[in-house]
């Protein structure tokens, strides 16, 4: 796999999901008829004054706002993921192959998926209810961004630091360093 063409495609789905996204019909809006006997179509979903906090605005049912949306997003959500783990994908590689960084990369790629997906599907369920259940002290949508989805890319960093020595930077690459830097040295000395 070339890695390098697989982030320019990434991007480039990631760019079609925004195009997609700003075309995307806004919901709820309404049809008001101005002065002169025009009519304009108003989008109720930009926020207005909260009743209670004037400084504060809201944006009305979650589920209605997001109808349209929301397939968008974690679509958008899943490229970004993968777009994260190519662009690390650049610093595994070596000689053109993966090693045994191969496999933790793709479980953990599918298991960042799914987490995203639990959020989304979390907050989809959250955006439709009256009352809303908290986990350990949060809406559950939160609680899966708070607890999932922030700290999971240090699976990602803890893969790293095991392979590291086994594949990323052996004795031997290390050895070769010493002698490069050796050659190097002298011949900077032979020049003065």
């Not at 002290?137 to 999971?152: E, Q």
Request: glycine share 6%; aromatic share 16%.
């Amino acid at each position: 796999m070339n890695v390098p063409w697989f982030i320019f495609f990434t991007l480039l789905v990631m760019c079609a999901l925004l195009g997609i996204a700003f075309v995307t019909p806004q919901v709820p809006s309404d049809d008001v008829t101005l002065e002169d006997g025009s009519t304009e179509r108003v989008v109720l979903s930009h926020g207005f004054e909260h009743d209670i906090f004037p400084s504060m605005e809201q944006g009305g049912p979650g589920a209605e706002r997001h109808a349209n949306t929301l397939w968008i997003a974690w679509a958008f959500a899943v490229v970004s993921i993968v777009f994260y783990v190519a662009c690390l994908l650049l610093g595994a590689g070596r000689h053109g192959k993966l090693g045994p960084t191969k496999v933790p990369f793709a479980v953990g790629t599918v298991i960042f998926i799914g987490i995203f997906t639990a959020m989304f599907l979390s907050y989809r369920t959250f955006s439709t209810q009256e009352t809303y259940e908290l986990f350990l002290g949060f809406p559950k949508p939160t609680a899966w961004m708070i607890y999932a989805v922030w700290p999971f890319p240090i699976s990602f960093l803890i893969l790293y630091y095991v392979t590291f020595d086994k594949w990323h930077f052996t004795d031997e690459d290390e050895q070769r360093l010493e002698e490069l830097i050796a050659n190097h040295s002298q011949s900077t000395s032979e020049e003065h």
